[in-house]
């Protein structure tokens, strides 16, 4: 996994559990070769460990000589961003339909925004992933090196609705210096070519090549991420009141109910969602936005599942990719004794989603047509920020199926399978 610097001297300051010498810091660096400049492979030099303690005075403290790691990040507030359109989850861009067309606005000029990887968490430097907001970089300086809780929205510049789309916790806004170093990790890893890539994909040719801030300006760890898969807005909600890309403080009037009432039929319903001339209009070109699966994601975590399940059960035990009824494949099956297990990988940004898309998944691949071919059904998610709701969904699936259907979170940044839930 690549690393910045600053990690590599917090490191160095938590394995030696005591304050050290910018000096001794340099050369432990250096021995261990605990990083390198990426781009050109040289160790740093005693004045660049100088230059960033000095920049990161809310990691780092230096008294009387000596460097110590401060205590942990304290969140500095709770604020509401507007993200730039996207209609596939801000994984990758999803082209120029709904973006903002006001004439000075990125998107606008550009055709998409920085944001639309926003949630594309299969790319980590340091164990966080770098991304762009805009409210944030209007003010960067005066938010660099503090961390808030974020509620995020969005506005279809179609239709005009807003949607919620998710909470991410302790997100730090970062510097230049830090900024530039995640770039060229970015362009030595071909991630810059691959998001130019994604570009092309929905005939955006025009990659504005932002380097510093103006790419990436916020980190967070992939498990502080919330996300929600636009929750549609009632017309009175306060998101309606802001138009501007602006860092507000957030109050009760945004937030979203949990929407757990027992379920009630509604006869009324039939007229308060019947299409209009206008609505019928719309359809022709607006589609209902989703969520959508990364599949570099997905062979990422399916690799890594791959080893540690032949590290525990033994190479032959474990087989990816195994057909089954025809042409479809099941991501993971392992043999354990005379029985069976399915694991169907899903990496969707909310854990929900990748539940429901994969129940049908694995039933169909153990039970189509008459058979029974697995003793355990597992659902592999990467670790999400809230397991809470898909642990009590699946002990109740478990209670009325009387199916063996469990849920496994695979934690990415140590490579670890949670238990079975």
């Not at 432990?28 to 460990?49: F, M, N, T």
Request: glycine share 6%; proline share 3%.
């Amino acid at each position: 996994m690549s690393k910045l610097l600053h990690d590599a001297i917090s490191d160095v300051l938590v394995t030696y559990a005591k304050p050290l010498s910018t000096r001794e810091i340099t050369q432990i660096i250096k021995e261990k070769k605990l990083w390198v400049r990426p781009k050109d492979g040289k160790h740093p030099a005693q004045s660049q460990i100088n230059a960033r303690v000095n920049n990161y005075g809310h990691l780092f403290t230096l008294e009387d000589g000596l460097v110590r790691l401060n205590n942990d990040q304290v969140i500095d507030s709770f604020r509401i961003a507007r993200l730039c359109w996207n209609n596939k989850g801000w994984q990758l861009p999803s082209g120029r339909t709904g973006k903002s067309t006001h004439k000075d606005s990125h998107e606008a000029v550009h055709g998409y925004g920085h944001e639309e990887w926003l949630f594309d968490i299969s790319k980590t430097v340091g164990g966080y992933h770098y991304a762009f907001l805009e409210p944030v970089r209007k003010q960067q300086q005066a938010y660099e090196g503090k961390a808030f809780s974020v509620w995020l929205y969005s506005v279809d510049g179609n239709s005009k609705l807003r949607y919620f789309n998710g909470i991410i916790h302790n997100l730090i806004a970062i510097g230049e210096d830090e900024a530039n170093e995640v770039t060229e990790i970015y362009e030595a890893n071909g991630w810059l070519a691959e998001m130019k890539d994604q570009l092309g994909l929905v005939e955006i040719e025009d990659f504005s090549g932002f380097k510093g801030v103006n790419m990436f300006n916020v980190k967070f760890k992939p498990e502080d991420m919330d996300y929600q898969d636009y929750i549609e807005l009632d017309p009175e909600h306060s998101a309606y009141r802001i138009n501007r890309y602006s860092f507000a403080h957030y109050d009760e009037s945004f937030a979203i109910s949990e929407q757990k009432q027992e379920f009630s039929f509604d006869a009324a319903s039939t007229q308060k969602h019947a299409p209009t001339k206008t609505a019928v209009a719309i359809s022709r070109f607006w589609r209902k936005p989703q969520a959508i699966e990364i599949e570099l994601h997905h062979q990422l975590l399916s690799t890594k599942l791959l080893e540690y399940l032949r590290k525990e059960h033994g190479n032959k035990n474990v087989v990816g990719e195994h057909k089954v009824n025809g042409n479809s494949r099941i991501d993971i099956v392992v043999k354990k004794g005379s029985g069976y297990t399915f694991y169907e990988i899903k990496t969707y940004a909310d854990v929900r989603v990748s539940i429901r898309e994969a129940i049908g998944q694995i039933m169909e691949y153990c039970f189509y047509t008459k058979a029974n071919r697995a003793d355990e059904l597992i659902i592999v998610t990467p670790k999400p920020a809230r397991t809470e709701d898909a642990i009590a969904y699946m002990c109740h699936l478990r209670q009325v199926t009387k199916l063996n259907l469990y849920y496994q979170y695979f934690d990415l940044s140590t490579n670890t399978l949670s238990d079975q839930f």
